[in-house]
């Protein structure tokens, strides 16, 4: 089935050149060069993924990731930008973004990336046919199916991977899970050195769904590992 992408790009070689590319791997293609201009068109929705450059003109690139996600708008993103330093990629990902790539980047490196948020989401609209749709415990209930989450009853909105490393940890409980493991696993391969994107969004995923964030009844750390869904709850 055709995927529909965005790209938010204000570089045309570079936006023409993934253009093509994506056109050849049967995507729907919508263009933006002002990131204001493409900051109201995600937020539209409908796309399957957007390609995001952070320099732009009028609203920069973690601006628009930022604004999205504040907004429930879950689209993947994956980020692009000429910017190498480690505080930058820390920032897109913890933004939101999905995936992350430092121009210059391959063409076969770019669509493999955006191969793997396809197959990702898809993996995620499909349950395996055999597991629960349903996971209840305490006050939390999970249903996979729909990919939404209730507290005591009440709608937690969460972010694509804040979902995903809840669903995973909470199917898994008892488990512990280095944070490599969990940055292979939800983000689909190794972000060697971005151990501390995984507590961010450990952190932000609390927030939402703890009573007592110096006493977390669900996500549990266990130390000198990672993190583990309490297998204890009553």
């Not at 920069?60 to 996600?69: M, S």
């Not at 944070?179 to 450990?202: C, D, K, P, Q």
Request: hydrophobic fraction near 35%; include cysteine; charged fraction near 30%.
């Amino acid at each position: 089935m055709s995927k529909n992408v965005l790209i938010i790009e204000d570089d045309e070689s570079i936006s023409e050149l993934l253009t093509i590319h994506l056109k050849d791997m049967d995507c729907q293609i919508e263009s933006q060069k002002d990131g204001q201009a493409g900051y109201d068109s995600a937020s539209k929705g409908g796309f399957d993924v957007i390609i995001l450059d952070i320099n732009l003109p009028n609203k920069d690139g973690l601006d628009i990731c930022r604004d999205l996600r504040a907004h429930k708008i879950n689209t993947p993103i994956l980020m692009l930008t000429a910017r190498s330093e480690e505080i930058d990629k820390i920032l897109g990902l913890e933004t939101g973004a999905d995936d992350y790539l430092t121009k210059p980047f391959s063409v076969r490196e770019f669509t493999a990336r955006v191969k793997a948020i396809f197959r990702r989401v898809e993996m995620l609209k499909s349950p395996h046919e055999n597991a629960e749709e349903l996971i209840s415990t305490g006050k939390i209930e999970i249903d996979q199916k729909k990919r939404k989450v209730l507290k005591a009853g009440e709608r937690v909105d969460l972010t694509p991977k804040e979902y995903d490393l809840l669903n995973l940890l909470a199917k898994n409980p008892g488990r512990s899970y280095t944070r490599e493991r969990l940055l292979s696993l939800i983000w689909g391969y190794e972000f060697s050195g971005y151990e501390h994107t995984v507590n961010s969004h450990i952190n932000r995923l609390r927030a939402k769904i703890e009573d007592d964030l110096n006493q977390p009844t669900y996500i549990l750390t266990t130390w000198g590992v990672g993190y583990r869904f309490n297998d204890e709850i009553n």
